[in-house]
């Protein structure tokens, strides 16, 4: 078990980018966020099995994006970190 913080910077606020985030996640079992941040980027925070927050990376970083995510990733910059207990779902924020 890992978690991940996750900022991606391009064309992915108001573009449903969150939405499309938290359904890749839930489909990789990972919990955790997906959140606007007041910089333009999107912050997302995963938690799971290392290999599926890989594959959530890979997904985001995606160019062309194979799986139609809105918006367009200029950049994605990836944070380990230790798990937290208390996570739970995946939400949009």
């Known amino acids: 078990m890992e978690r991940a913080l996750i900022f991606v910077r391009g064309r992915v606020q108001g573009v449903g980018f969150r939405w499309w985030t938290r359904a890749r996640a839930l489909e990789l079992g990972l919990v955790g966020h997906a959140r606007n941040l007041s910089d333009g980027r999107v912050e997302v925070n995963a938690q799971g099995d290392p290999e ?33 207990d208390d996570l739970s779902g995946f939400v949009e924020r």
């Open 52 to 84: 599926a927050i890989s594959q959530l990376v890979g997904l985001l970083e995606e160019n062309p994006s194979t799986r139609s995510r809105p918006g367009r990733v200029d950049g994605v910059t990836v944070q380990k970190h230790e798990p937290k």
